[in-house]
């Protein structure tokens, strides 16, 4: 090798090592400028618990926050669904489910839905003693929901709490 090749190819080894490193952390901090604003998840489960036209118009500017959760610390994770879910506001929960939400064992049986619920808990009995958003029940979604077939089931596989702590 002479020494005009071996000049030339460690300029361009020392810029390939230097420009992929930069590449890569660019892209990288690219992906965390495509999260939502952590403010505004917090803002729009907030909303989910009770406000129906506020859930609208923040979807309608930002359409990926009906698959947003917000950590409430220790664990404690809640998406607006489940706001609206635990408050037993069917209005707001059946909105979110009709654009595609996700819904989960704890807003099925705020909603009544036992031909849903009660198979899923003869399949997996462990989860009559879940813990939802805060801690909050199956028992407690069941009777924020008023549905007495639901309370009636939990109860007789002896669901008595209303809360559990997360931690």
């Known amino acids: 090798m002479n020494r005009k090749k ?3 190819g460690s300029i361009v080894g020392l810029g390939a ?15 965390e400028a495509d999260q939502l604003d952590e403010k505004l998840v917090k ?8 406000k129906l036209e506020l859930v609208k118009e923040m979807l309608s500017e930002h359409p990926n926050l009906i698959y947003a959760s917000y950590d ?20 707001i929960v ?48 069941a ?3 008023e549905s007495a077939e639901m309370v009636n089931y939990l109860m007789e596989k002896g669901v008595t709490q209303r809360m559990i702590k997360i931690k």
Do not use: C
């Not at 090592?17 to 992906?31: D, F, N, R, Y």
């Not at 409430?72 to 209005?91: R, V």
């Open 17 to 31: 090592a230097i420009a992929v490193p930069s590449a890569i952390l660019m892209k990288s901090k690219e992906k």
């Open 6 to 8: 071996f000049i030339y």
């Open 143 to 145: 009777q924020i929901g």
């Open 43 to 50: 803002s729009f489960v907030i909303a989910g618990h009770s």
């Open 94 to 141: 059946n909105y979110l489910l009709s654009l595609g939400a996700r819904a989960n064992l704890f807003t099925l049986t705020m909603l009544g839905k036992t031909d849903l619920v009660k198979p899923t808990l003869e399949a997996y009995p462990e989860l009559l003693f879940a813990k939802g958003p805060h801690g909050l029940t199956l028992l407690h979604h």
């Open 72 to 91: 409430w610390g220790d664990g404690d994770f809640e998406e607006a669904i489940e706001g609206a879910a635990h408050l037993g506001q069917k209005e």
